[in-house]
């Protein structure tokens, strides 16, 4: 082969079924992941893909570590709902064209709310995020449409890219 590619993340999912909380931890250990840009999932190691037929799917909170990667990869539209997206600033959400995301919420601080992880919303695809985002030491690509933000702050080494075909409401 011309090219090498590592496996998957170490995923895990928690499910207490107590509190019903559903946690989705996704650690790729440091390993590189490919370009921050899929142009074909089908030929990219070291992410993790939600790829079974479900129309939609929920998590209270998904965490994305160690240069992890996550991305639907369903055929026809999907729904990913997020509560809560925690990491440690290494790994990066991908939004591919005809998914949307719903992400209700990320973790307060200070300065309000910081994206832990890297989002790429791509053409084609929705993203509802909540109105005040502080980026740090993340990228944010919006190359299709995301919904609600009325403030996005980059601080610390953070990208913020609004490609040609990206829209907002603001």
């Not at 502080?134 to 609600?148: A, P, Q, R, S």
């Amino acid at each position: 082969p011309t090219h090498n590619n590592y496996g998957g993340s170490g995923t895990i999912f928690l499910h207490d079924t107590v509190r019903n909380y559903k946690k989705l931890l996704i650690d790729n250990n440091g390993m590189p992941c490919p370009a921050p840009r899929l142009t074909s999932p089908d030929q990219t190691g070291g992410g993790t893909y939600l790829t079974d037929l479900t129309s939609s799917y929920y998590f209270d909170e998904v965490e994305l570590v160690g240069g992890a990667l996550l991305a639907i990869q369903s055929y026809g539209a999907s729904t990913l709902t997020i509560s809560r997206l925690t990491g440690d600033t290494t790994g990066t959400l991908h939004i591919l064209g005809g998914h949307v995301l719903f992400a209700n919420n990320t973790i307060p601080n200070t300065i309000g709310p910081v994206l832990r992880s890297s989002l790429r919303v791509y053409p084609g695809a929705n993203a509802y995020l909540i109105p005040s985002i502080t980026l740090e030491d993340v990228k944010m690509g919006i190359h299709g449409n995301i919904v609600g933000v009325k403030d996005i702050q980059a601080l610390h080494g953070s990208e913020l890219t609004l490609g040609i075909n990206g829209t907002t409401d603001f």
